[in-house]
C-alpha cells in the first residue's frame, strides 16, 4: 500500500523527530525522540498521502488549508 511506502522512506530519517497521528488515531514515531528538531502531524484522512504524491508540497499545502491535516508544532 502507498501509504505503507511512504512511512517506510520517512523511517530513513537520519535527524530530527516526526510523530504521525492518523485517521485510525494511531501514532507513528519516526527519528529519535530526543532530538531538540521536533514536528508532530495529525492526517484527519487518507486523500492527504495521494495529494502528496501527486502534487508535493503544493497537494500538502492544499490539504492543510482544508484541514484534512493539523499541523500542531
Known amino acids: 500500500m502507498l ?5 517506510d522512506y520517512l523511517q530513513k530519517a537520519q535527524t530530527g523527530y516526526l510523530e504521525i497521528t492518523t485517521p485510525e488515531h494511531n501514532k ?3 527519528g529519535d525522540p ?3 528538531l521536533k514536528a508532530n502531524i495529525v492526517i484527519k484522512d487518507w ?3 495521494d495529494a502528496v504524491v501527486k502534487f508535493g508540497d503544493i497537494g500538502f499545502g492544499e490539504h492543510h488549508l482544508s484541514l484534512l491535516c493539523i499541523d500542531r508544532d
Not at 501509504?3 to 512511512?7: E, G, R
Open 34 to 36: 530526543a532530538s531538540d
Open 3 to 7: 501509504k505503507n511506502k511512504i512511512f
Open 28 to 30: 507513528i514515531e519516526i
Open 47 to 49: 486523500a492527504l498521502i
